[in-house]
C-alpha cells in the first residue's frame, strides 16, 4: 500500500518560514515527478510547486515564486518544500501528490497518489 505523509506545518506569523516534508513508503518512486498542491477553504485545490525525479526540472506557481523552493531526497523517499516570506494567503491544507510517470504537470488529476494534508496558517 502506497503512502504518502506529510509533516512540519503549523501556524506562523506572516514573514516567517516554514518546511513541509513528504514520506513516501511502501514502493519506490523511482522515476516519479512529485509535487505540493494546497487547498483554501472555499477554494479549488492548487499546483503549488513540482519537481522531476532528478530534480533538475522544478515548476512553481507564480503566487509563490521566489519564496517557495521544492526539492527532493530520492534516497529518502522524500520530497521538500521550504517556504519563505510567508503570507496570509499562504494559508492552506498542503497536499503531497506522487505520479506513477516523471513529467510535470499542474494539473491535479495527473497525479496518482496522495497524502492526507497539513495545515499551514499564516497570522497577520
Known amino acids: 500500500q502506497v503512502q504518502l505523509v506529510e509533516s512540519g506545518g503549523g501556524l506562523v506569523q506572516a514573514g516567517g518560514s516554514l518546511r513541509l516534508s513528504c514520506a513516501a513508503s511502501g514502493r519506490t518512486f523511482s522515476g516519479s515527478a512529485m509535487g505540493w498542491f494546497r487547498q483554501a477553504p472555499g477554494k479549488e485545490r492548487e499546483s503549488v510547486a513540482a519537481i522531476s525525479w532528478s530534480g533538475g526540472s522544478t515548476h512553481y506557481a507564480d503566487s509563490v515564486k521566489g519564496r517557495f523552493t521544492i526539492s527532493r531526497d530520492n534516497t529518502k523517499n522524500t520530497v521538500y518544500l521550504q517556504m519563505n516570506s510567508l503570507k496570509p494567503e499562504d494559508t492552506a491544507v498542503y497536499y503531497c501528490?506522487?505520479?506513477?510517470?516523471?513529467?510535470?504537470?499542474?494539473?491535479?488529476?495527473?497525479?496518482?497518489?496522495w497524502g492526507q494534508g497539513t495545515q499551514v496558517t499564516v497570522s497577520s
Open positions: 501528490a506522487a505520479r506513477r510517470s516523471d513529467g510535470l504537470t499542474w494539473s491535479p488529476d495527473g497525479y496518482d497518489y
